[in-house]
């Protein structure tokens, strides 16, 4: 009973690491893609202990840098500056299509003297004309509806941003393809 019991539990190992590959390679067969969306699954199957020529290889999954840069910002942190970093994630990600999930930014503020929301990014999104590449239609924190694209392609969990001592991250969730700030 123990012998069947191994087999089977092989078999469905095996299966389900060629379907993963046949997905890859997949991928990489459609020619004029930009899909990402397998690229963990890509990642899973080039880690796995087999030999290197049945592991698949997909260039647009090699190109996304998925580092985190931790800085200090000692200057004055405004809604812009905080922008700037927040459409650096966001091109980082491919605008959004990039299959990986990843910390952009590890923001250190040693003191943020005006306050910074999720209303007054917006804002500055909204002068600065960049609701097209970033929307954000929708506050989190107030609840309400904003006049900044069609989606709601960040996601803002810090709160208000003021004081000493303060750290931002900024993170890309490649499931629900937006910009995280926390």
């Given at each position: 009973?123990?012998?069947?019991?191994?087999?089977?539990?092989?078999e469905i190992i095996i299966a389900i690491i060629a379907i993963g590959i046949f997905?890859?390679?997949?991928?990489?067969?459609?020619?004029?893609?930009?899909?990402?969306?397998?690229?963990?699954?890509?990642?899973?199957?080039?880690?796995?202990?087999?030999?290197?020529?049945?592991?698949?290889?997909?260039?647009?999954?090699?190109?996304?840098?998925?580092?985190?840069?931790?800085?200090?910002?000692?200057?004055?942190?405004?809604?812009?500056?905080?922008?700037?970093?927040?459409?650096?994630?966001?091109?980082?990600?491919?605008?959004?299509?990039?299959?990986?999930?990843?910390?952009?930014?590890?923001?250190?503020?040693?003191?943020?003297?005006?306050?910074?929301?999720?209303?007054?990014?917006?804002?500055?999104?909204?002068?600065?004309?960049?609701?097209?590449?970033?929307?954000?239609?929708?506050?989190?924190?107030?609840?309400?509806?904003?006049?900044?694209?069609?989606?709601?392609?960040?996601?803002?969990?810090?709160?208000?941003?003021?004081?000493?001592?303060?750290?931002?991250?900024i993170k890309f969730d490649a499931f629900?393809?937006?910009?995280?700030?926390?």
């Amino acid at each position: 009973m123990k012998g069947i019991a191994f087999t089977v539990i092989t078999e469905i190992i095996i299966a389900i690491i060629a379907i993963g590959i046949f997905l890859v390679l997949l991928q990489t067969l459609i020619s004029g893609t930009n899909n990402t969306s397998l690229c963990p699954l890509y990642h899973g199957l080039r880690a796995l202990p087999i030999p290197e020529y049945l592991k698949p290889y997909n260039p647009e999954c090699e190109n996304v840098d998925a580092t985190t840069k931790r800085l200090i910002l000692k200057r004055n942190v405004t809604d812009e500056l905080l922008l700037e970093f927040i459409m650096k994630c966001w091109e980082k990600s491919d605008y959004g299509k990039a299959g990986v999930d990843m910390i952009c930014y590890e923001l250190f503020l040693p003191d943020v003297k005006t306050q910074i929301n999720e209303t007054t990014l917006t804002e500055v999104l909204i002068d600065k004309e960049l609701c097209s590449k970033l929307p954000n239609n929708f506050l989190e924190v107030e609840g309400k509806n904003f006049e900044c694209g069609k989606e709601n392609k960040l996601l803002w969990k810090i709160g208000n941003i003021k004081g000493e001592d303060i750290t931002v991250i900024i993170k890309f969730d490649a499931f629900n393809h937006r910009i995280t700030i926390v």
